[in-house]
C-alpha cells in the first residue's frame, strides 16, 4: 500500500514555488474544497437532525482528507478517511443510533444569553486565530521533498516516501510517546467496557428456566406449544382471524395481543357462524351485516385486558 | 525559767552532717510502708475488709509506732554527732539536670514527729474503732486515716523538698477524703441529710482549695530553689558525689549558695505554703468548714498533726529563714496576727469542734510566732506543737465523746452539767483545758510561756518587734485562757441545757481509754519532757526535747529578753487567771444562766462568730473578681476568638454565595466561559508581542 | 496561492467547532464539533510540516488522531451511560453541578 500512497503522491500533488506558493492546481482544489468544508461545517452548527449533522462532519472529514493529500501527507490522508470517516464516524452513528435517531434537537436556546455569548466565542476565536495567522511572519514555505526528508524516509529509488518518513521518525524520536499512547487506547478501551457496564440484577433466564416455568404456567392455563398462527382460513389467511382449534372453536390467543389492544381484531364468532353456515350450504356472506366491523370493534374492545403495566412495558 | 535558760544554755554542736543510716534506723521506710500497705489492702479489698477493716486499720499505726520508738531509742543512745541519719533509697528522678534520689532523713526532728504521728495517731484509730463502730463505711474511713498516717510520715520523713511536697499532697488528698467523708446520705450509723452532704462536700473542696493556693507556694519556692541551687535535697546525700550540684540545699546555703533577696522570696513562698496547710492568717478559713470531717479526723488531721506540717516546714527550712530575717519576721507576723485571730474567733463560737478549731489556729499562730523568731524560737515552735499534739487530740477526742452522748450534737449551749454524766471524759478534758490555758506544772506551761518570754527577746537589729510580738502574745495567753475556760465551763459545768431527748451516758472503754492516755500526756509530758530541773535526782541521761532537736535546729539561743522573765511569768499568769475568771462568772458559775439560744451580742461577737468575716473578704477580693473575670474571659472567647473565627467562616460563605452565582450547572456555559477566557488570553498575548 | 489559506481556513473550522460546542444542546452534536475542533489543528499542523520542511508535524497530527480516537470511546461511552441512566443526551439536563439551594 505504501507503493500505492506514495506514487499517489507524487502524482497528486505539485512541488511548491520557490517563493513557497502553492501551485496553481493546488489552488484550484482548495478553492474547490474550502467553500464545502466551511458549508459542511456551518451543516454541522446549523442542522436540526443529528444525523444530518454527522453527515456534514463526514463531508468536511472527507474533503479536508483530499487536502492532507494535497499537502504531502498522504499517509494522514489515508489514515483519515479510513479511522477518521470509516471508523470514529461510524462510532457516532452507531451512538445515534443506540440513542434514539429520531431526536431531533430543538434549536431554541433556554439558557439566556448564552447565543450571544457562543457567537462572541466563535467570532473572537476566528478574528484571533486569523489575527494570529495574518499578523505572523512565516519564513518562505519550504515544501517536502528528497531534501527535506529523513535518510530513512526515502525508498529504494531515491524518492520521498511519506509513510517510510513518518515510521522513521514515530518509531524513532517518538517511539517512547507511542508507547504511552498505545497504553491510552488500551485504558480507553477499558474505560469504555467499564463505563457501558450493567450490572445484572437477577438472574438470567436461560433455556432451563423457561421451560420449566411454562410447565409450571400449564396449571393456570398455559401452553407448552407456541401458539398457534392466526388466519388460517382459505379467505381470510390474515393476522387479524383467529385461528380454529380442533375443536372448530376460534383460539383467541392466535391473534397478537397489539391487534386486540388497538380494536383491528376481526371477530372469530362471526368466522365461526359462517362456517356453520357453509358446512350447512349456505352462503357465507349471505348475512354479514354493513355495521359489523363496528361491532366487531366494541366487542374486541370489552375483550382485551388493557392492563397499564404490561403496556407501559411493551412500550 | 532559770531552768529552761539554762537548758537552753546547754552547748551544743553545731549543725550535724547525715550519715548512712545504720541499725533499726535503716528500716524507716517500713515506718511508712505498714500504713500505707493498710491503706491500700483496705481500699482494693472494698466490702469485703468491711467486717476486719479496723484490724489491720489500728495495728498499722502501731507497729509504726513501736518502730518509732525503737528509732528514737537508738538515736537517743547514740552520740549527738551521729543522730542525723540518712536512708537511700535509690534514684527516683534522674532527668539531666534534675537528679533526685529518693531518701528518708531520719533525724531528731523527724522522728520526733514521728512519734508523734504515730502515738496520737494510734491512740485516735483506736478511739475510732469505737466511735465509727456503727458506721457502714467503717473500713473506708480506716484506709483513709492510714492513708494520711503513710502520707504524713513521707512529709516529715522526706530528704528532699519534692519528697515533702509528695507527702504534702497526700496528706492534703487524705484531708480532702477525710473532710467529705460524710458526702453522701447515709442512715446507718450517723445519720447524714443530704443537705448535710452537700455542706460537707463543699468543705472538703473549700479546704482542698484553699491547700491548693499554699501549694502554689511550694511549687514556686521548689522551682527557684532548683533554678539558683539545682538541688532540691535538703542535705548533701552522704555517700553520692560531693560536687556542687550535689550538695544539699542547706549546705549550699551556708556557703553562700543563694543571696539574700532570693532567700527572701523562696522564704516568703514557703511561708505561703504554710499559711495554707497551718490555716494560717490569710489562709485560714478552711479550717472552721473542715470540722464537718469525723471528730476523730479533726483530731488527728485537723488539730495534733496535719496542719502542723507547715510549722515543720518553716523549721525544717530553718538555714533559709536565717539567712533572710525579712522573711522570718513576716512568719511572725502572720503567726501573731492569727494568734490573735483565733483566739477572737474562738471566744464567739458555740460550736464546740469549731471553738476548738479556732483554738488550735491560735495555738498553730503561736508556733510560727516561735519560729518566726528564729534560733531563739525554732525548738519551742517544736516543743509547743508536740505538748498541742496530745492536749488538743485529747479535747477533740473529748469533743467527740461528749457528741457521742449528746447524739452528735455540737452547740455548747445545749451542753452544760455533762461533768456528773461523764466523768471520765470530764476529767480528761480538764487537764487538757488545764494544759492549754498554761496552769502551772501542765504541759502548756511549759511548752506556752518560753515562746512568751522569747517573744520580748529583743534580736539584733529589732525595735519594735519585742514589745509587739510579746505583748501579743501574752494577751493570746489570756485570751486561750478565757476561750478555753468558756468551752469547758459551757460543756460541762453549769445547769443542763439538753435537748429533752438526750441521755448522755460516758463512752465506751475503747474511747475512754485514749482519753485518759492522752491526758496524761497534756499533764505530764511538758514536766517530763520539756521541764529540765536542776536537782541531783533528776537523770542526766533524761532525753529533753529542746536539747534532743538540737542537730536538726540548732541550739536554742539565749538572749534576755527586755522585760525580766519573771515579769512575763506574773504577768501572764495573772491574765489566765483574769480570763479563767471571767469565763467563771459568765459560762461557769451555778448562778449564771447561759441561753439556750446565741444572744445577739456586740458587733465584735458578732464578727467574730462569722470568723470575722474572713470568707465575706475572701468572696469579695477573691472569689468574686473572680468570677466577673471568668465571665469576662469566657465572653471575650465567645465575642473576639469565637467572633473571629465565625467572622472568617461567614466571611467564607458570603464570598461562596457570590461564588456559586456563575454555577449553573450548564456545561455549555462553562465551556462558554472558557472560550471567552481564551479569546482574552489571546488577545492579551498579541497586545503584549505587538 | 499562499500556505496562509490553508491556516485560515483552519481557524474557521476551529471557530465554527467550538461554537458548535456553545450552541449545541444535543451531546453528540457538540462532541462532533469538538471532534472538527481537533480535525483543523490537524490540517495546521500539516500545513505547518509543509511550510517548515520536515515531517514532525504531521506526526503530531497522527498523534492526535489516536488520542482523539482514544477520547470518542471514551467520550461516547460516557454519553451512553448517561443516556441511559437519565433517558436524556442534552447536556443542560447534566446539571448536578447546579447549586440546588436556589432554582434561580
New interface residues.
Partial sequence: MSAMVSSAAATLTAGLTSTGEASTGEAILFWVLAPIMVVASLGLLFARKAVHAAMSVITVMITLAFLYVAQDAPFLGVVQVVVYTGAIMMLFLFVLMLVGVDASDSLVETIKGQRWIALLGGLGLLVVLGGVVVTATFPPARGLDATTYPAAGLDSTGQPSNPQGLAAIVFGSYAFALEVVGALLVTAALGALVLTHRERLIPKRDQKTRVKDRVRALASGGTLTPLAAPGVYARHNAMDVPALGPDGQPVEASVNRVLKVRGQEADADLYAARIDRVLAGGWADEDLPAAAPVDAIEAAETDCDPDPTSEEADR | MTTLTLSAATPSAEAVAPQIASGPASAALWLILLPAASAAVLLLLGRRADRWGHWPGWIAPAASCVMGVIIAVQLLTADTAERVQHVDLGSWIDAGALNLRFGLLVDPLSVTFVLLITFVGTLIHIYSVAYMAEDVNRRRFFAYLNLFVAAMLTLVLADSYLLLFFGWEGVGLASYLLIGFWNHEVDRGHKISGAQALENSVASKKAFVANRIGDLGMIVAMGLLFAQLGTLHFVSVPGQAQGMGDLGVFDQVAGGGLTTAMATGIGLMLLLAACGKSAQFPLQSWLGDAMAGPTPVSALIHAATMVTAGVYLIVRSQPLFDLAPNARLAVAIVGAITLLYGAIVGCAKDDIKKALAASTMSQIGYMMLAAGLGPVGYAFAIVHLVGHGFFKAGMFLGAGSVMHAMGDETDMRKFGHLATKMRVTWATFAFGWLAIIGFPFLTGFFTKDPIIEAAFVRQEGQTWQPWVFGLVAMLGAGLTAFYMSRLFFMTFEGKSRWEPEAHPHESPRLMTWPLIALAVGSAGFGFVFVFKPSWSWWPGWWPNLADWLTPTVGPVAHHEPVVHWLVITVVTLALVAVGVWQAWIRFGAPSTVVPRTAPVGSPLTVAARNDLYQDHVNNGLLVIPGTYATRALVFTDGAVVDGAVQGVARGAVAVGDQARRPQTGFVRQYAATMALGVVVLIVIVLAVQI | ??????????????????????????A??????I??ML?AT??AL??F????????G??L???V??????????G??????I??TRRS?S??D??????VR?PA
Avoid: P, W
Fill in positions: 496561492m499562499s500556505l496562509m489559506n490553508y491556516l485560515l481556513l483552519s481557524a474557521v473550522l476551529f471557530s465554527v467547532g467550538a461554537t458548535t460546542v456553545l450552541v449545541r444542546r444535543n453528540i452534536i457538540a462532541f462532533m464539533g471532534e472538527m480535525n490537524n490540517l500539516v500545513t510540516a509543509r511550510i517548515n520542511g520536515n515531517l514532525h504531521q506526526v497530527a497522527f498523534f488522531m489516536v488520542v482523539a480516537a482514544a477520547e470518542v470511546v471514551v461516547l461511552a460516557i454519553i451512553v451511560a443516556y441511559r443526551a447536556v443542560d447534566v446539571n448536578l453541578l447546579k447549586d436556589d
